[in-house]
């Protein structure tokens, strides 16, 4: 009995290894998007890390905790922002994605929280700057429904969403392995 345990212990953590693998391949970036930084860094439990944002128009922050946990938090009113005063945030227990529209007034502050369930946390923020055009309906000379229409399209379309999806499969998956193994041991 004691050997089948320790069988299926080990497929799990040939799993586990297999997933965490498959979850930190490289991403791909549309094409209209441009990197712009890349931030690593690493954040104490509790604890907030700023950054400001000074470039101009819709930029997209894409953070992934390589361990622990670290969240996000975006404001153009303070550069300080928390988990008590923010605009926009992020608090997932995986990649963590923002939007900064391009009306928000610069600098934009960044905060990046570590988590408290763990001692420290590490992440990697993309950022990019969208170069989509975003076209004003109301500064177009003639009214074209089916131009309007394919616009549109092009920028709602969600990008890779089977892949987002997947995403969180994975992450939901080694979430509840990780709670198999702390279980058994």
Known sequence: MRAQWRGILYMLSALEALL??????????????????VVQGQIGAGNYSYLRL????KIILKMHSLRGDADLYVS??????????YELQSATCGQDVIVVPAHFQRPVGIGVYGHPSYL???YEMKVYYD????????LESSYDPE???????????????????????WTILVGILKLVLEILF
């Open 20 to 37: 965490l693998a498959h979850g930190y391949e490289e991403e791909r970036a549309p094409a209209e998007w441009m990197l712009l930084h």
């Open 54 to 57: 000074n470039h101009e128009g």
């Open 76 to 85: 153009d009113a303070t550069l300080h922002p928390s988990f008590d005063e």
């Open 120 to 122: 420290e946390s590490e």
């Open 131 to 138: 170069r989509t055009l975003e076209s004003d309906p109301f």
């Open 147 to 169: 131009k309007m229409e394919t616009s549109q399209k092009k920028q709602h379309l969600p990008q890779d969403a089977s892949q987002e999806e997947e995403s969180i499969f």
